[in-house]
């Protein structure tokens, strides 16, 4: 079954398209796994507090979402420790039954492309199968023939990717929005290409997009240029974006939402440090900061 | 001393400004190697005969040339057993006087941009700095806000970075020639803000951009709009792109090159397999390669 068939499943079964991205910043980690900050410690053992806290993470988070972005960059941060973390939590939340897109942004030519969809979504025999995601993020910077290597394996194997079409940061309309129409317009018409041989039984590809959740206004136009294109959207939470924002990235539909992901990382995983949740311990925060999310975009998608 | 100053002073010892890609490719290793593509062996054991054959590299290539660039991708295609050998050959690649550049093109906002800086240029406390690179390529689709964690822990450590202003592959238009003036014009007027807080003794700084040799004619404007700025040159050699090709990107003056290295991976890495090298050893053909390369890449500029 192909990335996006097995998405729009995982969406109808858990009702939400609730994404919950695992971003282990060291300094916001709670008190339990400050041993990842304390420099007194070897690497390996900082790097395994990062992996307990993900784990932990995706523990209570599993039954409930579709899937989990793990944001390579903290793990990278230490280095082959922190690697073999990543390689950890990919396995750990695919055992789970959650969906696992690599947050990793790569972007290079021809043989240099293929040796990273080999790293992270696999085709090749013999190399650590158990640790590969189900889709991955992709920068478009180097052209067509950069994204090339990744369709095929997707094709291959059944696994998808999300192109960053426009980014939820402020710079982003520094290059994005260059040129008329804006760039973002042309690569979201080069996605609809790369896609168009990846569409599924439910009618998407498995070639999706990143668009911002911040970009509220401009989120209609995208989905009328990407009508068969899933969304990956950033930007909720901490960033400043709401329940309303992300409305107009769905597709029409009576069930089950259809079309997108809306990303929380921070306003999830470092919920105990808000006010609201004082007293309560940072699983519970957690919890409670998710189900808010999973009714806020239920109500608001609902009403629509 | 800053990156650029470094750069200049090896440049300047070597008498040539030849860039060596590490980029080992899985079917083109000799034979010796052949370890590294055995699916029945362990991923730790293949990924040791990559890293095997990477550090016999450094030791053909060390003290003729100024700096390496190894390819992350290759050794993250074989997981965190990659990326510890990664770390082991940008180790290696220092102890032996080389200038490291790490080729990792990311590319990512805010905490994530930062934590992607500490990766692979350091400025944490305790945290395995012996493995870090003295450059980094990066990749500037997110803006601003995505390359200014990295001028921060350049300027705080003495480090470089590289950004993506026109690659070396045809794809290469597709975005980067978007809107008017050109999207990848836009990118070096930002390099040369970006960079003019790190301008060294040299005249130079430590803010560099990727240009490809494959786009001869265009050198020049692209040099005319950076005049401080290194450039890094992918596309010689197997790519397509000879000495005459690259002379444009260099600063005048009338000793040691200035201004640009030039790149040339698999020409060099796996020349033994080229007619000219036949009954020659990989490790003579390698040698014999370079030699070259310097040669070339001297009387081309020689003769400016």
Chains 1, 2 share one sequence.
Not at 141 to 148: F, M
Not at 193 to 204: D, P, Y
Not at 257 to 267: K, Q
Request: hydrophobic share 45%.
């Amino acid at each position: 079954m192909n990335y996006a068939d097995r998405l729009q499943q995982a969406i109808d079964q858990r009702g939400n398209a609730c994404l919950v991205g695992l971003d282990p910043i060291l300094d916001l980690l709670p008190p339990e796994f400050a041993a990842a900050r304390d420099v007194t410690r070897t690497r390996a053992e900082r790097a395994r507090a990062l992996g307990d806290f993900c784990c932990e993470v995706i523990d209570v988070v599993a039954g409930r979402i579709p899937a989990v972005k793990p944001q390579s960059a903290f793990f990278e941060a230490l280095g082959s420790d922190g690697v073999r973390q990543f390689e950890r939590i990919v396995a750990t939340a695919r055992n789970a039954g959650l969906l696992v897109i690599a947050d990793v942004k790569r972007g290079d030519i021809a043989s240099t492309a293929e040796a990273y969809a080999h790293a992270f979504l696999g085709g090749v025999p013999g190399v650590h199968a158990d640790e590969l995601a189900d889709a991955v993020t992709l920068s478009p910077y180097l052209g067509s023939d950069s994204i090339g290597p990744f369709l095929e394996i997707c094709k291959r194997t059944g696994r998808g990717c999300y192109v960053l079409v426009r980014t939820s940061n402020k710079g982003s309309a520094d290059f994005q929005r260059h040129g008329s129409p804006e760039l973002s317009f042309q690569v979201a018409d080069a996605v609809v290409k790369w896609g168009a041989e990846l569409v599924g039984e439910s009618g998407l590809s498995s070639v999706g997009a990143v668009v911002g959740a911040t970009h509220g206004a401009e989120l209609a136009s995208f989905r009328e240029r990407m009508p068969r294109t899933p969304f990956l959207l950033p930007g909720y939470g901490a960033q400043g974006a709401g329940a309303k924002d992300v409305v107009g990235a769905f597709l029409p539909t009576s069930g089950a939402p259809r079309g997108a992901l809306v990303n929380s990382s921070r306003g999830i995983l470092f919920a105990y440090r808000e006010p609201r949740f004082a007293g309560k311990s940072w699983k519970d925060a957690t919890r409670g900061a998710l189900d808010a999310m999973i009714q806020d975009l239920g109500a608001a998608l609902g009403a629509r």
